[in-house]
């Protein structure tokens, strides 16, 4: 039997909507791992613009030739989906240091309840710090134009 030597890693989010940011993040960290699993979550102190389902068909017409790319939904923690997946990464982007506070201390509340578990922190790409779900939620409920911060695979959903 082959075991193949690279690991799952499980990249949650809300995705609300995907930006140029997650995909750079995807494209930064697929070397690493045999296939990534992209997880939607929900948080009970969000409300959403769009629903995870589709949410879902935007990521995966995002990574449509990315086949080692999984997208899923689901509920609950997300350290308990990532297990469910076999993973043994979560990953986690930073835009800057409020982001690397808080993730640090969700990585720390994680590792506790699952040790095998490990969190890798990915900076924003240079040049993409500013782009957030919030900000082109924002512009596209006021008509304005999000193109500049999604991905052209993206654009139909937009129209």
Not at 119 to 139: C, D, K, L, Q, Y
Request: aromatic share 10%.
């Amino acid at each position: 039997m082959h075991i193949d030597p690279k690991p799952i890693g499980f990249f949650p989010g809300s995705f609300d909507p995907p930006t140029k940011g997650h995909f750079a993040i995807v494209q930064a960290v697929m070397p690493l791992f045999s296939s990534l699993v992209i997880g939607i979550g929900s948080n009970s102190q969000k409300q959403y613009s769009w629903p995870a389902e589709l949410r879902k068909e935007m990521l995966q017409a995002l990574f449509q030739d990315m086949p080692s790319i999984q997208v899923v939904v689901y509920q609950g923690m997300t350290i308990d989906a990532a297990a469910q997946v076999g993973a043994r990464y979560l990953i986690r982007g930073i835009r800057d240091e409020k982001d690397s506070a808080y993730e640090r201390q969700i990585a720390e509340a994680n590792k506790a309840l699952s040790p095998q578990i490990e969190t890798i922190f990915v900076p924003s790409p240079t040049g993409a710090s500013h782009i957030n779900s919030s900000i082109v939620r924002e512009i596209h409920k006021h008509g304005g134009n999000v193109r500049p911060f999604i991905h052209e695979r993206l654009w139909r959903f937009f129209d």
